[in-house]
């Protein structure tokens, strides 16, 4: 069987051999987002990236509506993004069409990387947004 190539989500190296084998123990969510002990892996365009939770500094959840309109009738369509900075100083964003998934993704990070600062605060946008 043919594995997908995941791709690191800044570097774009090969992910090693480790990775899919944590990916097929990993917790799947809608969208192809995964999450391991170590890494979470999802799409990014047409590319499957990962990116470890050791590069990652500092994480919340973001809601972003986009207001449509067709002919008579409009609405609002909500996206749901955990939003990650870097040591390296990067922004990788994971959207999800389910608030839920949101959570459970900082809600797992939370609990596997203690470092991570959680949340959006004026505070921590001060200290960790350098894009």
């Not at 190296?13 to 990916?23: G, K, M, N, P």
């Not at 972003?64 to 990650?84: A, D, P, T, W, Y």
Request: charged letters at 30%; aromatic letters at 10%; hydrophobic letters at 40%.
């Amino acid at each position: 069987m043919l594995k997908r190539k995941i791709h690191h989500v800044f570097t774009k190296e090969l992910a090693d051999e480790s990775i899919y084998e944590r990916v097929a123990s990993g917790k799947e969510y809608l969208g192809g987002i995964i999450v391991t002990d170590r890494e979470i892996i999802f799409n990014k365009g047409i590319r499957k990236v990962f990116l470890p939770y050791e590069e990652i500094v500092w994480a919340y959840r973001q809601i972003e509506e986009s207001h449509m309109s067709l002919g008579c009738c409009g609405g609002v369509l909500e996206e749901f993004r955990v939003i990650m900075f870097c040591k390296n100083g990067e922004k990788a964003v994971v959207s999800s069409d389910r608030e839920s998934i949101a959570i459970a993704i900082i809600d797992y990070i939370s609990q596997i990387c203690s470092d991570v600062v959680i949340g959006y605060t004026d505070e921590n946008k001060a200290k960790f947004e350098l894009n």
